[in-house]
């Protein structure tokens, strides 16, 4: 039984350390993918400022629109980039949870992806407020923009795109599902997550 007690506890401190070299191997991963994407998004940065600073004259509303875009985005990736350096330095991800309203997090998603709605004149139909949940701001837009981003990829050509939005209320969460419709039949797209309910 010793022997035994012995082998099992060598077992496990081998697999620790392997853990641990595979961790530390994936952070040192992140930490370069995170300071490589700095330097183009600097580059970028850079030159929509001087964009903005020579050019605004030029562009009309519509190129000024645009470029908002674009400068909005770099924040919002600049952002990211720091999350997953502030992830490795601390070892785990940071999350601040607090009561959210999850139609501000929609609309400020809907407000970021507004040039790719338009470039394909996609109507989005809420039939109801969002409710209220407890959750990390950010962390919620992110998962609303990867959602619509992938309805808005796979939206196909249609003559009047629609993206509807809809929640459900469980026992102890809320459901969300977005649904890409079109004038013929509804698309087999369907996004569903469920949110913890902040009313307890």
């Known amino acids: 039984m010793e022997k035994l007690n012995q082998e099992m506890e060598e077992c496990v ?3 620790t350390a ?5 961790k530390a191997e994936l952070e040192s991963c992140i ?5 490589e994407l700095q330097t183009p998004l600097i580059t970028v940065q850079g030159f929509t400022a001087a964009l903005q600073e020579d050019y605004a004259g030029v562009l009309d509303e519509e190129g000024q629109e645009y470029l908002t875009y674009i400068q909005q985005s770099i924040v919002r990736m600049d952002k990211s980039i720091q999350d997953l350096l502030e992830w490795v330095q601390a070892g785990q991800m940071i999350y601040v949870c607090k009561s959210v309203s999850m139609q501000n997090v929609l609309a400020t998603a809907l407000e970021q992806l507004q040039a790719q709605l338009d ?3 996609i109507c989005v139909i809420l039939r109801q407020n969002l409710p209220t949940v407890y959750g990390d701001d950010r962390r919620l837009t992110q998962v609303w923009m990867n959602l619509l981003t992938n309805a808005i990829k796979y939206m196909g050509e249609n003559e009047t795109p629609q993206i509807e939005i809809g929640w459900t209320e469980q026992k102890q969460c809320y459901q969300f599902h977005i649904d890409e419709l079109t004038d013929r039949t509804l698309a087999l797209t369907d996004f ?3 949110i913890t309910s902040s009313i307890q």
């Open 31 to 35: 930490y370069t993918i995170a300071h």
């Open 18 to 22: 392997e853990l641990q070299a595979i």
């Open 192 to 194: 569903p997550f469920g």
């Open 119 to 121: 470039a394909k004149h």
């Open 13 to 15: 401190r081998q697999r």
